[in-house]
């Protein structure tokens, strides 16, 4: 099984519209959840650490299910700017910080 | 607002010869790391710094991977010796002491081992 598993899309979707990635890892003892989008050959950028209680940052909104070990990220009202992919990353507890990442949804936003 | 930086953008080498990637790191950061994307797959960690050593690294950080922190700016990856397959995209990243250990990306350097 996969550390970190993703839907890796593409996801095509109308500026506006509300859309949902999942991602499941495997390793319980994971500490720390994030989502990063990545643009065509450009580095990852950090869009939002995910909480056990969930978080909310504008349009964006990221749950944590610990027992399913289970990451989500909603769009609300989304824009071309969004077209990106989304990387669903984990941190391992102890060791050296290392991140673990998913292979990434392709998110396109048309008009 | 502060970012990781990178040089060279790009660097074309021939199998066999050493490369040094060179990273700057945000000031007040305490850990640093390199990660690779090799084209079209998912990023990888290679390996983790702190406090002038060596925290975990990987299976593919062998005997032909280096790093240094030969100032207290720079942060190097020396590649000893290129193979074809070390062609990727490099990433340093740098996160700075706190329970979620946020790690920020520089842009990369674009390796490409002819």
């Known amino acids: 099984r996969k550390e970190v598993e993703q839907d890796p899309g593409p996801f095509n979707v109308p500026e506006g519209a509300t859309v949902a990635f999942n991602c499941t890892y495997s390793n319980s003892a994971s500490q720390s959840f994030f989502w990063y989008r990545q643009d065509c050959r450009k580095e990852p950028k950090l869009l939002m650490s995910v909480y056990s209680s969930g978080n909310e940052d504008g349009r964006f909104t990221a749950q944590l299910n610990r027992a399913s070990q289970y990451i989500s990220l909603l769009i609300r009202d989304s824009k071309l700017s969004d077209s990106a992919t989304y990387l669903c990353v984990v941190l391992r507890a102890g060791g050296g910080n290392k991140l673990t990442f998913g292979t990434g949804t392709q998110l396109k936003v048309e008009l | 607002e502060p970012e990781v930086t990178q040089t060279p953008s790009h660097q074309v080498t021939q199998m066999g010869q050493e490369v040094i990637l060179r990273c700057v790191p945000i000031?007040?950061?305490?850990?640093f790391y390199w990660y690779r994307q090799i084209l079209g797959q998912k990023v990888e960690f290679l390996v983790s710094?702190?406090?002038?050593?060596?925290?975990?690294k990987s299976e593919i950080f062998d005997d032909q991977f280096s790093v240094e922190r030969p100032d207290g700016s720079n942060f190097t990856l020396k590649i000893r010796s290129t193979k074809l397959e070390d062609s990727a995209m490099y990433f340093c990243?740098?996160?700075?002491?706190?329970?979620?250990?946020?790690?920020?990306f520089g842009p990369g350097t674009r390796l490409t081992v002819t």
């Open positions: 710094f702190y406090n002038n050593e060596i925290s975990e």
């Open positions: 990243a740098s996160s700075e002491l706190g329970t979620l250990y946020e790690q920020y």
């Open positions: 000031s007040n950061h305490l850990y």
